[in-house]
């Protein structure tokens, strides 16, 4: 019962052993998502099924979360003054 959580790099080296396309697909949709915000769907996406992957899952969730933040303030100031 003495058994001891992974580190962080630990942990990312088994995400990316076991599921290296959602890996790699929330890095860089994350980062392009800063260019083109649709591009936050795909970050939201894999970040997503990173928690399921990762024993730390805040460290999916923070791509979600950011996926996510980037396309509705996207959606926000873009669309919503068209339908006022």
């Given at each position: 019962?003495?058994?001891?959580?992974?580190?962080?790099?630990?942990?990312?080296?088994?995400?990316?052993?076991?599921?290296?396309?959602?890996?790699?697909?929330?890095?860089?949709?994350?980062?392009?998502?800063?260019l083109v915000p649709i591009a936050g769907i795909g970050a939201a996406y894999?970040?997503?099924?990173?928690?399921?992957?990762?024993?730390?899952?805040?460290?999916?969730?923070?791509?979600?979360?950011?996926?996510?933040?980037?396309?509705?303030?996207?959606?926000?100031?873009?669309?919503?003054?068209?339908?006022?």
């Open positions: 019962m003495n058994e001891s959580r992974p580190t962080l790099m630990e942990d990312l080296e088994r995400a990316g052993q076991e599921s290296m396309p959602h890996l790699l697909g929330a890095v860089v949709s994350a980062v392009a998502s800063l894999s970040g997503y099924q990173l928690t399921t992957v990762m024993e730390r899952s805040w460290f999916g969730l923070l791509f979600a979360v950011f996926g996510v933040v980037i396309l509705g303030s996207w959606l926000v100031l873009v669309w919503v003054p068209y339908l006022l």
